[in-house]
């Protein structure tokens, strides 16, 4: 849907209609593949309904909901190994945009502290009520969080920096680095050199430049918000004060086409 069409439906009071309808196309679309899943489900944690799945990924997709978050927790510990850590040793876990739990599920057996949040609280609640493994907490669009500093071994955030405008950025990656304990890890996505293709000739020629490229900044924090990364700019900007342990472009396996950082927090 185009920011003009957006700005007319808003006008005339429609916009709540047009996406209730884009909802019902979309869940119908997905209708053969959701009936599979249930068909052959084989899953131990409940499966939140459409309308979460649908707010947390862009559509109602059982299966992809499931399979991007295997994905993603799989990548996870792949970058950890790399740097010879082994997730189950680490004492808490924080994922900064939980969601409706769609990586955070894969922890249930994981011995340290598992906390997520969100600025959502249909999502919070879905899941404070369905992974009762874990601790969730809601967040507001701006820092701080209501944990205390230093208690985070690891710290990730699939896909959160990819829709906040750079006035929240700079403040979020600081809030990261109090919350982590000295020496833990910071694991973040961001649109790379694969988005710009997405990108018109103002924005790319801004991006090949290294600049941050953010559309639809008055959506921050919703998927209508984009924000676009060239390594260059992370590496200067966004990941400053941190050490930059990885770098895998297009290696966030549950977010297809996003790059992945691993950051470590000063041991000091």
């Given at each position: 849907m185009s920011e003009a069409l957006r700005a007319t439906l808003r006008r005339t009071g429609l916009l709540p209609w047009a996406r209730r309808l884009r909802l019902l196309e979309r869940r119908l679309r997905f209708l053969p593949e959701n009936l599979r899943y249930w068909r052959g489900r084989r899953e131990e944690l409940p499966v939140p309904p459409l309308a979460l799945i649908d707010l947390v990924s862009g559509q109602p997709d059982i299966p992809w909901f499931l399979e991007g978050g295997r994905r993603a927790a799989a990548s996870i510990r792949e970058a950890l190994d790399r740097q010879d850590v082994r997730l189950e040793s680490l004492r808490a876990i924080l994922d900064f945009g939980c969601g409706c739990g769609r990586v955070a599920r894969h922890w249930s057996r994981v011995p340290g502290d598992v906390h997520g949040c969100d600025i959502h609280p249909r999502l919070v609640e879905w899941c404070r009520r369905h992974l009762d493994f874990a601790r969730f907490e809601r967040n507001h669009l701006e820092p701080p969080l209501p944990y205390r500093d230093g208690g985070f071994d690891l710290v990730y955030a699939l896909s959160v920096f990819t829709h906040l405008p750079e006035s929240l950025q700079r403040p979020w990656i600081r809030e990261m680095e109090r919350v982590l304990a000295p020496g833990g890890f910071l694991l973040i996505t961001t649109h790379g050199d694969s988005y710009v293709g997405d990108l018109d000739d103002r924005e790319?020629?801004?991006?090949?430049?290294?600049?941050?490229?953010?559309?639809?900044?008055?959506?921050?924090g919703s998927n209508l918000c984009g924000a676009y990364h060239p390594p260059a700019h992370v590496r200067s900007t966004l990941a400053a004060?941190?050490?930059?342990?990885?770098?895998?472009?297009?290696?966030?396996?549950?977010?297809?086409?996003?790059d992945l950082w691993l950051l470590r927090r000063a041991r000091s």
């Open positions: 790319r020629t801004a991006f090949a430049a290294g600049r941050l490229v953010v559309r639809e900044a008055g959506e921050a004060g941190f050490e930059v342990l990885d770098f895998r472009p297009e290696g966030a396996a549950g977010n297809p086409h996003q």
